[in-house]
């Protein structure tokens, strides 16, 4: 089993960046295929990136692609989201979440474990 927790999150101003952590304890995290998504107020949860075990795989949702970088540090246990370019738009409460298998980087349903989520906002 693995906890996560999430850090990061504030208010920002449109066009700015914020850099999202999420620490993971106890299994050992290289473990874990990691994803992070994120829900808006009367929306559903949708996907925002995935990372492969060791670093070596990413995946984008096309609304972020060129704007947001996801990477992990295996030895400190934590995923970054550096969030560039910030528009109203990605106003959230951004969660990690990590699985043990393969596959179904988009897919809530796939994930076994989540935290609990970092607001971010961003003002026009």
């Known amino acids: 089993q693995v906890q996560l927790v999430e850090s990061g999150g504030g208010l920002v101003q449109a066009g700015g960046s914020l850099r999202l952590s999420c620490a993971a304890s106890?299994?050992?995290?290289?473990?874990?295929?990691m994803g992070w998504f994120r829900q808006a107020p009367g929306k559903e949860r949708e996907f925002v990136a995935a990372?492969?075990?060791?670093?070596?795989?990413?995946y984008y949702a096309d609304s972020v692609k060129g704007r947001f970088t996801v990477s992990r540090d295996n030895g400190q246990n934590t995923m970054y989201l550096q969030m560039n370019s910030l528009k109203p738009e990605d106003a959230a409460v951004y969660t990690c979440?990590?699985?043990?298998?393969?596959?179904?980087?988009?897919?809530?349903?796939?994930?076994?474990?989540w935290g609990q989520g970092t607001q971010v906002t961003v003002s026009s």
């Open positions: 979440a990590a699985r043990l298998q393969s596959g179904g980087d988009y897919v809530v349903s796939a994930y076994d474990y």
């Open positions: 106890g299994r050992t995290f290289s473990t874990y295929y």
């Open positions: 990372i492969s075990r060791y670093g070596t795989t990413t």
